[in-house]
């Protein structure tokens, strides 16, 4: 089996719709895709429509997190989507993300950068907007090659000269607030460096014992060094390791199944979780 569990469609920053998506991960050969929009749900009914045979769809999101002044990203895997707590904090955290991208254009303006926000909003179309799409934008003036190279402390990276806060949970709040919906956690790409700051290890102890359930090890943003490290980490910690492309459709280089999850790593992932099913293909609703 090949699993990919982590990838963004245009309901966030990805480039494909939901349908596309699932169809481009057939046809890359996977057997199960994960659709993880930041901090939304909105692409899954459409996702699970266009599901092709023999391609298996697990639901879930990327919720941004924040702790000690350093910002994380959580995956959270088979949720129920309508529990109020973690719906509503999902919502405050969309709704925070037109102002921060808003903040982040003027940074760039005063930094000499001719972007606008009618630019970045034409980027973003109906997706919930974020970094990537003020990143594109430096691309398309010029100001960096490729979305990658705008995600460092010159530009949005964490703490980076154009990087504005927004509403983050607390990451202990996270994952308590998706287990109570029955879901899964898991720490994304923990170490990518590249991007800015990241959280201390010791940071990992206190997650785990809250009750998180893996670290992202294998991911384009880890070299051989930092993977090792973090398998070493998640047997330390008792974490599952799972491995996924972060796949952005064209907003990136990573393709769909670069990086992949154990079988048996996913298996207990779904056995873990009690609020939702992963939708097997070929296309249909969402299971009630």
Same mark, same amino acid.
């Given at each position: 089996m090949r699993i990919d569990l982590h990838t963004h469609s245009t309901a966030s920053d990805g480039t494909d719709t939901p349908a596309e998506l699932v169809a481009n991960a057939a046809a890359a050969g996977l057997d199960v895709v994960a659709l993880t929009d930041h901090d939304t749900v909105a692409g899954h009914a459409e996702a699970a429509a266009a599901l092709p045979e023999g391609l298996t769809l697990v639901t879930g999101a990327e919720l941004s997190c924040r702790v000690d002044g350093i910002g994380l990203h959580m995956l959270a895997y088979l949720f129920d989507p309508s529990e109020p707590e973690l719906a509503r904090e999902r919502e405050l955290v969309r709704d925070d993300r037109v102002p921060r991208a808003? @903040?982040?254009v003027g940074r760039l303006r005063e930094l000499g950068v001719p972007i606008t926000w009618e630019q970045v909003a034409r980027i973003a179309g109906e997706g919930s907007v974020g970094r990537p799409h003020v990143a594109t934008a430096l691309v398309e003036l010029g100001v960096v090659d490729t979305v990658s190279d705008a995600f460092t402390s010159a530009w949005l990276g964490n703490g980076g000269? @154009?990087?504005a806060d927004?509403?983050? &949970?607390d990451p202990f709040d996270a994952i308590r607030l998706v287990k109570a919906a029955g879901g899964v956690t898991v720490l994304a790409h923990p170490l990518a460096v590249k991007r800015g700051a990241v959280v201390p290890e010791a940071v990992f102890e206190k997650l785990a014992v809250a009750g998180l359930d893996g670290i992202e090890v294998d991911h384009m943003d880890h070299d051989e060094a930092t993977k090792a490290r973090l398998r070493g980490l998640a047997a330390e910690l008792g974490l599952l390791p799972t491995g996924s492309s972060d796949y952005h459709g064209s907003r990136k280089t990573v393709r &769909?199944?670069?990086?992949?999850?154990?079988?048996e790593i996913y298996g207990e992932i779904t056995r873990r979780a009690t609020g939702a099913f992963p939708v097997p293909g070929a296309g249909g609703p969402l299971p009630a």
């Amino acid at each position: 089996m090949r699993i990919d569990l982590h990838t963004h469609s245009t309901a966030s920053d990805g480039t494909d719709t939901p349908a596309e998506l699932v169809a481009n991960a057939a046809a890359a050969g996977l057997d199960v895709v994960a659709l993880t929009d930041h901090d939304t749900v909105a692409g899954h009914a459409e996702a699970a429509a266009a599901l092709p045979e023999g391609l298996t769809l697990v639901t879930g999101a990327e919720l941004s997190c924040r702790v000690d002044g350093i910002g994380l990203h959580m995956l959270a895997y088979l949720f129920d989507p309508s529990e109020p707590e973690l719906a509503r904090e999902r919502e405050l955290v969309r709704d925070d993300r037109v102002p921060r991208a808003q @903040a982040m254009v003027g940074r760039l303006r005063e930094l000499g950068v001719p972007i606008t926000w009618e630019q970045v909003a034409r980027i973003a179309g109906e997706g919930s907007v974020g970094r990537p799409h003020v990143a594109t934008a430096l691309v398309e003036l010029g100001v960096v090659d490729t979305v990658s190279d705008a995600f460092t402390s010159a530009w949005l990276g964490n703490g980076g000269r @154009a990087y504005a806060d927004k509403h983050e &949970l607390d990451p202990f709040d996270a994952i308590r607030l998706v287990k109570a919906a029955g879901g899964v956690t898991v720490l994304a790409h923990p170490l990518a460096v590249k991007r800015g700051a990241v959280v201390p290890e010791a940071v990992f102890e206190k997650l785990a014992v809250a009750g998180l359930d893996g670290i992202e090890v294998d991911h384009m943003d880890h070299d051989e060094a930092t993977k090792a490290r973090l398998r070493g980490l998640a047997a330390e910690l008792g974490l599952l390791p799972t491995g996924s492309s972060d796949y952005h459709g064209s907003r990136k280089t990573v393709r &769909l199944g670069e990086y992949t999850t154990d079988p048996e790593i996913y298996g207990e992932i779904t056995r873990r979780a009690t609020g939702a099913f992963p939708v097997p293909g070929a296309g249909g609703p969402l299971p009630a």
